[in-house]
């Protein structure tokens, strides 16, 4: 656009008077006066209200009436509604681009007190808005068409929750899961607080369900290894490591009976064993066996098939080799879970493979009907104990350990106590603690249940001073720490917090999304977009954010799959983002400043080209990059240097 085309442009300026919140502190004759002056404007329309349905009418005759090529809007903050003029130009055949907005109300009408004074900041925001208009440029919008297909990486109760919300609209959805089948850490428990309901009667239908479902597929033993693309339209590469063993399995565990191989099982924390050959529990998803290679006498030496020579099935194939696989999919969930906090390198709580010690999760398995010792729970010696102490926050609320409070382990420590009179109903139970967190009020009933049973607790006021000590497995456990005279029981357990899942950090760099402080995937919003995160179209659900419950976990679960089919509709396009930033190819000099300061990935690097190019269906907008690029290669649409400076020189020269 020349000058002399520029001078000619014909704007149409609207004063807002916001109710009394504008007009009362703003002399809006004075500005009329002062318009007029104003060669550009060629109308000044004063209305009351513009946002309201009156308003937009007005707005719009107005422009309808005139040779309007550009509008300036004096009224509230454009966080609020630059958008909706944006929107009512776009309908009256003016380019949103060309649409500018003066912020006089927050700036001007609420923080100052002198209308006189208001008045002339009104006319230099004015003025910069003019100026501003004079210099933009038009917005394109742009569509993409997407794949409405959902993955989700994590096979736990919030994984499968989302996957079951997305498959009931029609939708196709991956699970991929690292471990050899479905369930997550829910499947490992008994019952769940603060209601003791059934575990496996909660979790078998909803497994089954997913199994039955032909709009899920569940890919097992199977890691995500890397993520190409956006909000729409991922490639999602992932691979799946050889079961040795087909599809065709039904779990019937005839070749458990000769497997001649027993290890250590990871799902009973080591307190149980397993078969070289094996499944996660019974009735897992997928059903098929999986072979341990590392233990397998076959790998090792060749010596044994004793599984191929009594499967009914013929499904034994050692030949079987992993699989890469390429899956499309339009948004992708996190649900990858936690870990267990580690206290074996904490000596004072005397955690040790000879001792009567024991964390939640490992007293869950002991509690547990599916495991090892079927649900009976018992000291190392086969014994019930008569005592047992849970000692609450261990390796919690400690800079050598966990920093924080999980939140939930009060009440999962409380069902300790709950399982062992179940299981001995003379058994004294303790519980030693500092403060007690409850997330709910039917977590705080369930601790007046608890006292009301027999439950002591015990205060510590400083858990850090705890000290268990005990020779080995048999003899009594003697915890000692400040605020209490010693305690000897039986049975210690101790009550750790949650921690991110072990493999968050690969995760991370893949998905190009941040972890926040403690290692969990850091959200969008903390209030607003709770399960979002910075890269559009990448949702996170369960304890991959923060430690969550169960019920959490499934609100957050459906919570994404609402928010994914609200966006993701077969058929329809997506509406990419439109001031986006730009990158002049003959002045970017690869110098990759950008890359490091992008907060949402946006920009990558062309080594045939040497220089930095930004994927615009990533790129919200920011102006990140802008602020930091030397060469001035950089440039925000509808923020560009020309728009500014003009801004900035109307502000000066009113």
């Not at 100052?112 to 002339?120: I, L, P, V, Y």
């Not at 004015?126 to 210099?135: E, T, V, Y």
């Not at 829910?186 to 909660?202: D, G, Q, R």
């Not at 033993?221 to 065709?248: I, M, P, Q, S």
């Amino acid at each position: 656009m020349t000058e002399a085309t520029r001078k000619k442009e014909q704007i149409v300026l609207f004063l807002c008077k916001c109710g009394s919140n504008i007009s009362n502190f703003i002399d809006f004759d004075n500005l009329k006066q002062w318009v007029k002056e104003k060669r550009n404007v060629n109308a000044l329309a004063i209305g009351n209200l513009l946002c309201s349905p009156k308003g937009k009418k007005y707005f719009c005759d107005t422009i309808q009436n005139k040779n309007i090529k550009s509008v300036v809007v004096a009224a509230c903050s454009p966080k609020m509604h630059e958008k909706t003029f944006q929107d009512l130009a776009e309908e009256m055949g003016i380019n949103m681009g060309k649409v500018a907005m003066a912020n006089i109300r927050e700036h001007c009408a609420w923080v100052t007190s002198d209308k006189n004074e208001a008045t002339d900041k009104t006319k230099v925001l004015i003025n910069a808005a003019i100026k501003r208009s004079l210099r933009s440029e038009n917005l394109v919008k742009q569509t993409m068409e997407v794949n409405s297909d959902l993955l989700i990486i994590g096979g736990g109760i919030a994984g499968i929750q989302a996957a079951l919300t997305m498959a009931k609209a029609g939708r196709k959805v991956y699970i991929v899961e690292k471990n050899i089948s479905l369930g997550g850490s829910v499947i490992k428990t008994e019952e769940i607080a603060p209601n003791m309901e059934c575990s496996p009667c909660l979790l078998a239908p909803v497994l089954s369900d997913v199994r039955d479902d032909p709009g899920i597929e569940v890919i097992t033993n199977a890691d995500v290894t890397d993520v190409l693309g956006f909000f729409g339209n991922f490639t999602v590469k992932v691979k799946k490591r050889a079961r040795y063993v087909e599809e065709n399995c039904i779990g019937c565990e005839e070749c458990f009976s000769v497997c001649p191989v027993s290890v250590k099982s990871d799902f009973h924390h080591g307190l149980g064993e397993r078969k070289a050959i094996h499944t996660l529990f019974p009735g897992s998803v997928p059903a098929a066996a999986v072979i341990d290679r590392e233990h397998c006498r076959h790998f090792i030496d060749g010596s044994c098939e004793a599984c191929v020579k009594i499967c009914p099935f013929d499904s034994i194939n050692f030949e079987q080799e992993d699989e890469e696989m390429s899956i499309q999919a339009g948004s992708i969930v996190v649900a990858a879970g936690f870990t267990d906090g580690d206290v074996s390198g904490i000596g004072d709580l005397g955690y040790a493979p000879n001792r009567d010690v024991y964390t939640t999760s490992e007293f869950e398995r002991l509690a547990s009907s599916n495991g090892p010792t079927g649900g009976d729970i018992q000291l190392k010696s086969g014994s019930r104990p008569s005592s047992v102490a849970v000692v609450h926050c261990a390796g919690s609320r400690r800079s050598d350990a966990i920093p924080y409070c999980s939140g939930i382990c009060c009440t999962n420590a409380l069902k300790v106590g709950e399982l062992v009179r179940k299981s001995n109903p003379e058994a004294e139970v303790y519980n030693i603690h500092n403060d007690l967190v409850f997330s709910s009020p039917k977590d705080f009933q369930f601790y007046k249940k608890q006292t009301g049973e027999g439950t002591r607790f015990v205060r510590c006021p400083d858990l850090s001073t705890v000290k268990i000590s005990s020779k080995k497995a048999g003899d009594a456990i003697v915890i000692k720490g400040d605020g209490f005279s010693q305690l000897k029981v039986d049975m210690v357990v101790l009550s750790t917090g949650l921690k991110p899942a072990r493999d968050a950090g690969k995760l991370s760099e893949l998905l190009n999304i941040d972890l926040d402080e403690n290692g969990f995937f850091k959200v969008d919003h903390e209030i607003l977009h709770t399960t979002g995160t910075v890269m559009d179209g990448i949702y996170i659900a369960g304890c991959s954010a923060m430690p969550a419950n169960v019920a959490n976990s499934v609100t957050q679960a459906r919570a994404v799959a609402g928010d994914v089919l609200s966006k993701l509709i077969p058929g329809r396009e997506i509406e990419l983002e439109i001031m986006t930033s730009t990158i002049d190819e003959d002045k970017c000099a690869g110098c990759k400043l950008c890359i490091v300061t992008c907060p949402f990935k946006a920009i990558t690097f062309d080594p045939e080209k040497q220089i930095c190019v930004i994927t615009e269906a990533i790129c919200r907008g920011c102006g990140t990059c802008t602020a930091t690029c030397p060469s001035g290669a950089c440039e925000a649409r509808h923020f560009t240097d020309k728009e500014i400076y003009a801004e900035i020189g109307g502000m000066l020269n009113v």
